[in-house]
């Protein structure tokens, strides 16, 4: 009876663990037609126009300059004012049957979680995959006006390209093949002076201890893969925890 019983207790705990967190995600309906925009501002470019009646998701509970970060039913992802959505409450998609948790992969626990603090608005990004390691070639962002080989962005970050080896190539989208060359973004925090205002908080008092190896190296990459809303909305590591040169 004792041991049916921890059975018991042990699958219920699996399934609370293995549930997505999607589950409880905050959902909205436009109350009239909306403009999808690409950044929290009125100024900003324009996605999606949203008739009335459309059901959202949100990517984050809280307003952003009066502006929700939503998704739509079709995975648009951009930013709606806030007074032209009703909320409603948590999304509650049909139960799916519990399966076994992958056993942990020897990168889930090289990545360094606190590095998420100095990250500039880290509401954009969408986390695909907590940890993971990419093997790949380190080629110029900058078509060699940076010696480095990566861009210095107005927050501090790199922009860099890793051309991935052939057994990652699935991790690329059009984002990636159409504005960044066919390559993976890279970004280590608060590489370099930042000069961007609202930015600034992100990096105070930190100092990032990535190793940039040149333009050429083959390499490792440890950190999270997230896909960013904005621009063209393509796949990135960012924060890297790490880069370590392949032999």
Not at 4 to 11: A, D
Not at 32 to 53: E, F, K, M, Y
Not at 111 to 135: G, N
Request: aromatic share 6%; net charge negative.
């Amino acid at each position: 009876m004792k041991r049916m019983t921890s059975t018991r207790i042990f699958v219920g705990l699996l399934i609370l663990l293995i549930c997505p967190l999607s589950v409880f995600a905050q959902t909205a309906t436009t109350n009239r037609n909306v403009i999808l925009r690409r950044d929290p501002s009125t100024a900003s470019v324009a996605l999606a126009h949203l008739s009335q009646g459309a059901r959202l998701t949100l990517v984050d509970d809280a307003p952003t300059s009066g502006f929700y970060h939503v998704r739509t039913e079709d995975d648009q992802v951009g930013w709606v004012w806030s007074k032209n959505v009703t909320l409603s409450g948590p999304s509650t998609p049909p139960p799916t049957p519990p399966s076994p948790p992958t056993p942990p992969q020897p990168s889930e626990t090289q990545c360094d979680p606190t590095l998420w603090s100095h990250v500039y608005h880290p509401q954009r990004l969408i986390v695909k995959q907590q940890c993971i390691a990419v093997t790949g070639t380190i080629v110029d962002a900058t078509a060699g006006k940076k010696s480095d080989g990566v861009r210095h962005e107005a927050d501090g970050d790199t922009h860099g390209w890793l051309k991935v080896d052939p057994e990652f190539e699935n991790l690329l989208n059009a984002g990636n093949i159409s504005d960044e060359g066919g390559n993976l973004v890279f970004e280590i925090v608060c590489r370099f002076p930042v000069s961007q205002q609202d930015a600034r908080a992100a990096c105070t008092n930190y100092m990032d201890h990535v190793s940039l190896p040149p333009v050429g190296s083959h390499v490792q990459v440890v950190g999270t893969l997230v896909q960013d809303t904005f621009h063209a909305k393509w796949m990135e590591i960012h924060p890297v925890t790490r880069i370590a040169v392949l032999p």
